[in-house]
Nanobody, 125 residues
Framework: QVQLVQSGGGLVQAGGSLRLSCAVSGRTFSSYVMGWFRQAPGKEREFVSV????????YYADSVKGRFTISRDNAKNTVSLQMNSLKPEDTAVYYC??????????????????WGQGTQVTVSS
């Protein structure tokens, strides 16, 4: 089990940028696949991005591809999500999550065992 503490987020105008970070403690960070999800009001939590143990493999939801970049620093036990060209529809609570395996289910919340506390991202039009 690991503990995930998120930082970043806030209010930004459309077209702006924000960076989310997630600090991980507990077991060996490099043994976890890390993902980002988001949940808008009245909607289910949805997949945003995932990064493999080494950082060599990443996947993105189509809605954020080309605008968001996931990265990790295994020396600092952190994973980040750089969000550029933000749109009002990106408004949501964002969550980082950890998974001990990298399977075809990475887009599903059930694949992840530990979650951050969530951080609000609001994009105004």
């Amino acid at each position: 089990q690991v503990q995930l503490v998120q930082s970043g987020g806030g209010l930004v105008q459309a077209g702006g940028s924000l960076r989310l970070s997630c600090a991980v403690s507990g077991r060996t960070f490099s043994s976890y696949v890390m993902g980002w999800f988001r949940q808008a009001p009245g909607k289910e939590r949805e997949f945003v991005s995932v990064i493999s143990w080494s950082g060599s493999t990443t996947y993105y939801a189509d809605s954020v591809k080309g605008r968001f970049t996931i990265s990790r620093d295994n020396a600092k036990n952190t994973v980040s999500l750089q969000m550029n060209s933000l749109k009002p529809e990106d408004t949501a609570v964002y969550y980082c999550a950890a998974s001990p395996s990298f399977s075809g289910n990475y887009q599903f919340t059930s694949a992840y065992t530990d979650w951050g506390q969530g951080t609000q991202v609001t994009v105004s039009s």
